[in-house]
């Protein structure tokens, strides 16, 4: 199993930009499908962002489109998350996801094996 440690969440104003990282530890690390989802209270955690084991490959969601890039170092066990021009609405806890094989859907919060404890992200006006 991979174990998750994210940071470099904070404060930025609207069209700022942050970059989140997530540490991981685990054998298993570089075969693993890894991804980011975010979640604000009283809502469902939602996808933003995963990319499959060798960088392939990157999915995202329609929000994050055309703003965020994610990107994996399997040498050094990272994965990080570069948002530009952030928003408001991008206000959330960012948490970092490694994908249990074979998943079908990356969207599918059922697809993830482990979570990182999250990152907040404050995007003000």
């Known amino acids: 199993q991979v174990q998750l440690v994210e940071s470099g969440g904070g404060l930025v104003q609207a069209g700022g930009s942050l970059k989140l990282s997530c540490a991981a530890s685990?054998?298993?690390?570089?075969?693993?499908?890894m991804g980011w989802f975010r979640q604000t209270p009283g809502k469902e955690r939602e996808f933003v962002a995963a990319?499959?084991?060798?960088?392939?490959?990157?999915y995202y969601a329609d929000s994050a489109k055309g703003r965020f890039t994610i990107s994996r170092n399997n040498g050094r066990n990272m994965v990080y998350l570069q948002m530009n021009s952030l928003k408001p609405e991008d206000t959330a806890i960012y948490f970092c996801?490694?994908?249990?094989?074979?998943?079908?859907?990356?969207?599918?919060?059922?697809?993830?094996?482990?979570w990182g404890q999250g990152t907040q992200v404050t995007v003000s006006s």
């Open positions: 996801a490694a994908y249990r094989p074979n998943t079908g859907s990356y969207t599918y919060l059922g697809g993830v094996g482990s």
């Open positions: 685990g054998r298993t690390f570089s075969s693993v499908t």
């Open positions: 990319v499959t084991w060798n960088g392939g490959r990157t």
